[in-house]
């Protein structure tokens, strides 16, 4: 029996329209990042992006190696369409609309109560891999400790707890810590201790400040920013506090007597913090300013904070000098990461009484701003105390699994 013959229905002028819109954004979306590279560059010959974004990371140069196994094509591509406006504004306008209905997602950020934000890392530490690089560590910190005092100083540890440590009723759902953190913090200390290294229970003093504010639950109380990883000006106060009286009961007679500090000022930016522009949504970046990041959209805007970097003065011989962190002939040398930028070294630079020296370097783990300073560390350094900053999660990360000198 041979089939009656499907009669072909005639598309109408809606469904045509549908379609070839389609077919003309997909065939946009693939050209997009080509054309924009080959006009903004090529043809135009701009270095910079078109736009700067947190996402955009170089590819590493080419070799035979990782031109084999594939590695540098995809970090390649990563490189170039993360320059691309398209994509930053697609990526954001789904993450925006994500936020507004309710169901955020990111695979860096934690979203607490009352729009109270945590880096995910922090949140639900692998306590397990903690314990068993725990040889590892002490290997090394022993190592750190030994060169410190071979280049003619003494080494502080400066563990600026987690976040999710102060404000745990803002980021679990019972308010409490679980079992894989709750601990933590102890242990890091009793790992220093068993070294003979120094340091201060920070999280226990700047928990105590917390309960004993008399402005709870206000910007002019709280002790770290509610979208961002960092203390404000007041938490960076409650730790430089301890941390000076701890280096002067161990270690204060090596250094030289206290001078007059004074703060001038600050500076004020509101800005769009690291936790929000983590999130995917749309910020841009501009690194000429203060803070670098800003908002691109309505909701970064509503999500942007202010924050404050407070400037310092020390008198000298010479009359009140601005404390830059660039002394050369100052005792106390701060191996830092962000924590110390946002206001740290002033902190603890005011509340010691006497000029600090930096070396900052990003990273929560610590291990980059120590490996920056240990060309001075091996040929012998000025400074008489060596105060090592690393941040309670920066334990936890690969890095801290097998760390080398």
Not at 107 to 133: C, L, M, N, T, Y
Request: with cysteine; proline share 7%; net charge negative.
């Amino acid at each position: 029996m041979t089939p009656t013959p499907t009669k072909e229905v005639p598309q109408t002028s809606a469904q045509l329209a549908v379609r070839w819109h389609g077919l003309v954004l997909s065939a946009a979306l693939l050209a997009v990042v080509p054309l924009v590279h080959v006009v903004w560059h090529g043809v135009l010959g701009h270095d910079e992006p078109l736009l700067r974004t947190r996402s955009q990371i170089d590819a590493p140069a080419a070799t035979v190696e990782n031109v084999m196994d594939g590695s540098w094509m995809i970090a390649k591509e990563k490189e170039l369409r993360e320059a691309s406006p398209v994509s930053w504004y697609l990526r954001g306008a789904w993450n925006d609309l994500r936020y507004r209905v309710g169901v955020p997602e990111s695979a860096q950020v934690h979203f607490g109560k009352d729009e109270w934000f945590f880096i995910k890392e922090s949140v639900h530490p692998d306590r397990a891999a903690f314990e068993r690089a725990r040889p590892n560590r002490l290997r090394f910190l022993a190592e750190v400790r030994d060169l410190v005092r071979k280049s003619g100083a003494e080494l502080f540890v400066f563990v600026n707890p987690d976040k999710a440590r102060i404000y745990p009723d803002f980021c679990y759902p019972d308010g409490v810590l679980p079992p894989a953190k709750q601990d933590n913090y102890a242990a890091i200390l009793a790992d220093l201790a068993t070294l003979g290294i120094p340091t201060a229970d920070f999280a226990s003093a700047i928990a105590a400040a917390r309960a004993a504010d008399p402005h709870p639950a206000t910007p002019e109380g709280e002790l770290y920013y509610r979208r961002d990883t960092h203390w404000r000006p007041q938490g960076a106060l409650v730790a430089g506090a301890v941390a000076a009286a701890a280096i002067e009961a161990r270690v204060g007679d090596r250094l030289r007597p206290r001078v007059e500090m004074r703060l001038p000022g600050k500076d004020t930016a509101r800005v769009v913090c690291d936790l929000v522009s983590n999130m995917g949504i749309h910020t841009v970046e501009y690194p000429e300013r203060l803070a670098t990041t800003a908002p691109a959209s309505f909701l970064a805007e509503s999500l942007a904070e202010v924050k404050e970097y407070y400037a310092l003065e020390w008198q000298s011989e010479q009359g009140f000098l601005r404390m830059d962190g660039e002394y050369a002939d100052a005792e106390v040398l701060l191996i830092g990461a962000s924590f110390a930028k946002d206001n740290g070294a002033v902190a603890l630079s005011y509340s010691l009484g006497r000029p600090l020296r930096t070396s900052i370097r990003f990273g929560a783990t610590g291990l980059a701003s120590l490996q920056a300073a240990l060309p001075e560390l091996r040929a012998g350094t000025k400074a008489k105390v060596v105060v090592w900053d690393i941040v309670e999660r920066g334990f936890f990360a690969a890095e801290w699994q097998d760390p080398k000198l």
